[in-house]
């Protein structure tokens, strides 16, 4: 019998399954691990949440169908918040549901869209969200609401679409994407097709919409199937709302106007809008920014889960000190001691690791396998063959089939955990985790609960965010209950940027035939005159209507993402794909000629053969190695063009205008396995440089604004022993850390959206001290440099507020202490950064 199976089949018939928990004792785990950090000298604080019962919703009405329906998904009852989404859903509200990760805001919007999609064969309805996976994930949750074959259910399924028979009614659903960088083996032209026709649940993505969008101004192709879908929608359903901050918000909020003025102009103004969040301090107000629909037409908001709440233990986990050494124990050495004391007296609990980066969650998911393997074999535990993982990497770059069979070898108990990036933070159901480890802070609160959100689902659950040796999170960890205490960031958007505006305004136009009637119902009248004021000759005026007289636009991506990169490994004639949507910036990293990396099966290294720019691919070949490298990149900043003088004094100037940002590869360290030797540095002849164009906002000082910046600091130098370069270099990394952190809040964008960078001596400015603000996107086009140089009195007046209200001395979280910073909040001087902020706003009001 086995010579008759192929290897590959063999495997299949293996059960290779752990003998993992269904029950987990969390209490027990916390106070072994409480042990552990008294031996080890690590400081924990343990943040306790505690169990609460559920609060059921027993009035709800529902028709007997649907109530055989939940029963059969095992659902007995509604809980409160989701019966008050339903009902508001139900009366015609636009509805914002805010609640916890895993409290069933996806059952909340679907009963009352399938029951319409039951009743109305003609009813459509839209689900957008800004994650390809999290789409495809929903999809896969849809089907579950097809009648079962004993109730004559019959449906037609193919990857990506699906004919659906729900109680006996027919419904079409299914995916679209675009195919840009989609292998051609793995396209789903003939699916997108029967969604485009047939289906009346699309659910894509917004920057797929965008383009979608297009085609309502064509007789022919897909323009006819689209105004079908837009004359019957009825809901329109916005998943991740808290992700559509800044400026893909701004973007987004215009794609959606175009939406709804598609719908309008074909008679249908039936369209509600239910929109789905993290925690965030603004759902609503979001949800009204984005969607343009406010007062009378706003949202209903839904606050607060009344799902059950399973008992989970939050650790804030500060590796102590070295034995008979001044600095701190890494990081990940308490992570293998922590993993050890999880998997030992019979303990199985499923993890989950979030890590800062994809090649970390790459090697680190290879060590744990050796290292808890070992533990596991001394201990007696298991038998397991050494050929079995029990960690597997989860990131982004992972091809699609990769990243699902990981998943679904995690539920099926064949390997303990992952270790991840932020890839598994959104709402991807995974129910069977009890450990999740983040490996520092993630940036956010946000960003923070949605990871611990990941475990405690069905039975307690256990937390530890271990905190790097980085000022920030040291602050945290010396003040925990102040961390527990932060609220919720703001979610802020700018619909009336007039960059953004006078772009998708021409989008409009094009999909309404050249006509926009009534465009003050969808965008400020102020902002509109302002725009349409700058290019007079490409409209006109009639009758309340805006007529476009230009030429056809060319659609350009909401974001412009770069090109990207596929990594093979050739197999005769075939090539496999390793990673995918690698790109510019990871590539002269991580995938240069002769670099070496882990493949995804945690076994095999690769080295790069050759880089093909022309196809975008990276050719890699199997190797022998114990090691693998990490690129030595350096970037650089270049004035390439000056468009406006915003000051200019003869101490110091403010400019806007076009910079290069270069990124170049100019060697790369051989690191070895289990540091069994010293890392090692090979310089490349080739340095791979990779550059993009943006636009920036910049001061820069002259030697005489440097001697009176001298002149003030000097008292502050005499008492703090450091050298006018040291200070000035530490005050005014302060300013740019205060400036960028209320740049968010008054030019209405996202910390993502900007870069920022200050230096005493840099070669950008002929060797003197300098700011830069600069846009994000490659090519600039957002229009946030300009709003910054506009604004930027009243950004140092907000500056100066946060660092002279706090009431520390050296700096903090609260006032200049950045997680983002690249050059780990050192140096940074507050008291000299207060100085150089007065000595800027005197230069402003002048």
Not at 107 to 130: G, T
Not at 284 to 300: S, W
């Amino acid at each position: 019998m086995d010579g008759m199976l192929m290897a590959e089949e063999v495997e299949l018939l293996v059960d290779n399954r752990l003998p993992v928990q269904q029950a987990f004792q969390s209490e027990e785990l916390v106070e072994e691990l409480l042990e552990l950090s008294k031996r080890i000298r690590s400081e924990v604080h343990v943040h306790e949440i505690e169990a609460k019962q559920g609060a059921f919703d027993e009035n709800i009405a529902m028709a007997g169908w649907m109530n055989r329906k939940l029963q059969s998904m095992g659902i007995e009852k509604l809980y409160a918040h989701q019966g008050e989404a339903i009902q508001a859903i139900r009366q015609g509200q636009n509805v914002v549901i805010s609640t916890k990760t895993a409290s069933g805001k996806s059952l909340a919007y679907n009963i009352p869209i399938v029951e319409k999609l039951v009743s109305d064969s003609d009813a459509c309805a839209l689900y957008l969200s800004p994650f390809k996976a999290l789409v495809m994930d929903q999809f896969a949750n849809l089907r579950k609401w097809a009648d079962s074959d004993e109730d004559g259910g019959s449906s037609l399924n193919m990857d990506g679409y699906s004919k659906l028979l729900v109680n006996g009614k027919e419904v079409a659903a299914g995916i679209l994407q675009g195919q840009r960088n989609v292998p051609e083996h793995m396209r789903k032209d003939q699916a997108s097709s029967l969604v485009f026709s047939q289906g009346r649940y699309w659910m894509t993505n917004v920057h797929y919409l965008h383009l979608i969008l297009q085609s309502a101004s064509t007789g022919q192709g897909k323009g006819p199937q689209l105004l079908r879908f837009l004359k019957n929608l009825r809901y329109i359903v916005i998943d991740e709302l808290h992700q559509y901050s800044g400026l893909l918000g701004s973007k987004v909020s215009l794609v959606i106007r175009r939406l709804r003025m598609l719908c309008e102009r074909l008679g249908n103004k039936q369209v509600q809008f239910i929109a789905c969040s993290a925690t965030i301090a603004n759902p609503k107000y979001l949800a009204e920014e984005l969607t343009g629909k406010r007062g009378i037409q706003g949202f209903h908001e839904v606050m607060g889960s009344r799902a059950p709440v399973e008992n989970k233990d939050i650790l804030l986990w500060n590796p102590g000190h070295a034995d008979m050494e001044q600095k701190k124990r890494a990081v990940i050495s308490d992570l293998y001691e922590i993993l050890r004391t999880v998997y030992t007296n019979g303990r199985w609990p499923r993890s989950i690791i979030f890590s800062s980066n994809r090649q970390q969650a790459q090697l680190l998911s290879c060590e744990l396998n050796m290292i808890i393997r070992t533990h596991l074999h001394e201990h007696g535990q298991v038998e397991s063959d050494d050929r079995q993982e029990l960690f597997l990497p989860y990131h982004s770059y992972l091809p699609q089939e990769t990243k699902e069979r990981t998943i679904r070898k995690l539920e099926q108990g064949e390997i303990l955990g992952i270790v991840t990036t932020n890839a598994l933070e959104v709402g991807i159901d995974v129910k069977c985790l009890d450990l999740c480890i983040l490996l520092g802070y993630p940036g956010s609160q946000a960003s923070f609960w949605q990871q611990a959100g990941r475990v405690g689902r069905n039975r307690a659950g256990v937390v530890i965010m271990m905190m790097q040796e980085e000022p920030l999170q040291q602050y945290f960890a010396r003040n925990p209950g102040e961390f527990f205490q932060q609220s919720p960031e703001s979610a802020t958007i700018n619909i009336s940027n007039p960059r953004l505006l006078k772009e998708h305004l021409v989008y409009a136009a094009n999909e309404q035939g050249g006509t926009i009637n009534s465009a003050v119902n969808y965008v400020r009248s102020s902002a509109l005159r302002k725009v349409v004021a700058e290019v007079e000759d490409q409209w006109q005026h009639v009758d309340g209507k805006l007529m476009y007289q230009g030429e056809t636009p060319r659609y350009q991506a909401l974001f412009t993402m770069g090109e990207t990169y596929t990594v093979v490994v050739k197999n005769g004639w075939n090539e496999e794909i390793l990673f995918q949507h690698v790109d510019a910036r990871s590539l002269i990293r991580d995938y240069h000629v002769d670099a070496v990396f882990l493949g995804s099966d945690n076994r095999t290294f690769y080295k790069v053969k050759w880089v093909n720019s022309r196809q975008r691919k990276v050719a890699a070949e199997p190797v022998r190695a114990d090691y693998h490298t990490r690129g030595i990149v350096r970037d650089s900043i270049e004035v390439n063009n000056l468009t406006q003088s915003v000051l200019d004094m003869d101490q110091m100037k403010a400019n806007i205008g076009n910079i290069i940002v270069k990124r170049s590869t100019f060697g790369y360290k051989k690191v070895y396995l289990h540091n069994s030797k010293p890392p090692e540095t090979v310089q490349l002849t080739n340095t791979y440089p990779v550059s993009f164009q943006t636009e920036a906002f910049w001061l820069m000082w002259d030697e005489q604004g440097k001697s009176q910046i001298k002149g003030l600091l000097m008292e502050l130098q005499a008492q703090s022993g450091l050298t006018f370069e040291e200070l000035f270099e530490g005050s005014i990394h302060a300013v740019e850390h205060a400036l960028s952190a209320v740049i968010p809040s008054v030019v209405k964008c996202s910390n993502a959206d900007f870069q920022h960078i200050s230096f005493y001596s840099g070669s950008a400015l002929f060797g003197m001290p300098g700011l830069f603000f600069y846009d994000s996107q490659a090519g600039g086009g957002s229009g946030i440099v300009e709003v910054v140089a506009e604004k930027f009195g009243i950004l140092l007046a907000k500056a100066k507020q946060i660092m002279s209200s706090c009431v520390c001395s050296d700096g903090c979280p609260s006032c200049i202490q950045l997680f983002q910073c690249e050059r780990q909040n050192e140096p940074l001087h507050k008291e000299g950064g207060l100085i150089v902020l007065e000595y800027l706003m005197d230069s402003w009001k002048n």
